[in-house]
């Protein structure tokens, strides 16, 4: 079947602009993350949700990120203000059961100017 | 808290050589283990995982890595490079509080394979 997509694949934003990034899970998968790959770094982790709670947001840099995952499946995480710092690639993952495999999608590329 | 260190940002070896990529962990529970390969422009694909089960693990395309609990090492290796293995490599380890995996990743190692 499909796996995790992303989209927009990539994003140029002037700073201060807000921005939305999209998630679409594998179907039925009832865990969804959120990561963040700054240039040359290993991801780190920024939000979990398990169907639509988000249990887990303490990744989060600041009040400017923000993440839903309204019906438990398609998830948006939304950058108000962006800034150069921002600029990184977002992978999002999710996994069928609680503490299962993660399977990561292709990511978004953010660059910031 | 849980923390991954991978010795050696950048690995080159010869095609059909030993590969050895090195990853040491810091846990204060008993940990759960992960290695990730990352192609250009791609998202991160699973090679194999340790959950306390058998020491020894075995992942796809011929890669296995050892869980040493004395030396809190998780190295990664494979008897014969291919080509088609040249790509970035990451370490993670789990942090399991509320019972799902929060993955704490390394810096990365980018492999590099040469005729």
């Known amino acids: 079947g499909a796996g995790v997509s992303q989209s927009p694949r990539y994003k140029v934003a002037k700073r201060g602009q807000d921005v939305a990034l999209r998630c679409d899970p594998i179907?039925?998968?009832?865990?969804l993350f959120w990561y963040q790959q700054a240039l040359g770094q290993g991801p780190e982790f920024l939000t979990y949700?398990?169907?639509?709670?988000?249990?887990?947001k303490s990744g989060l840099p600041s009040d400017r990120f923000f993440a839903e995952r309204p019906e438990g499946s398609v998830s948006t995480l939304k950058i108000q203000r962006t800034q150069q710092e921002d600029s990184a690639v977002y992978l999002c993952?999710?996994?069928?059961?609680?503490?299962?495999?993660?399977?990561f999608g292709p990511g978004t590329r953010l660059t910031v100017l | 808290a849980q923390s991954v260190t991978q010795l050696g940002s950048h690995v080159s070896v010869s095609e059909g050589a030993l590969v050895l990529l090195r990853c040491n962990y810091s846990?204060?529970?008993?940990?759960?283990l992960f290695w990730y390969v990352q192609y250009p422009n791609q998202g991160l694909q699973l090679l194999l995982k340790?959950?306390?089960?058998?020491?020894l693990v075995k992942g796809i395309n011929g890669f296995e890595a050892e869980f040493k609990k004395s030396e809190t090492s998780f190295h990664l290796t494979k008897p014969s490079a291919h080509m088609s293995d040249a790509a970035e490599y990451f370490c993670?380890?789990?942090?399991?509080?509320?019972?799902?995996?929060?993955?704490?990743f390394g810096a990365g190692t980018r492999l590099a394979v040469h005729p």
């Open positions: 993952a999710s996994s069928s059961i609680e503490g299962g495999t993660q399977y």
């Open positions: 179907s039925g998968h009832v865990s």
């Open positions: 949700f398990q169907n639509e709670a988000q249990l887990d």
């Open positions: 846990s204060s529970v008993p940990p759960y």
């Open positions: 340790y959950t306390s089960a058998a020491t």
């Open positions: 993670a380890v789990s942090d399991r509080q509320g019972g799902y995996n929060k993955l704490i």
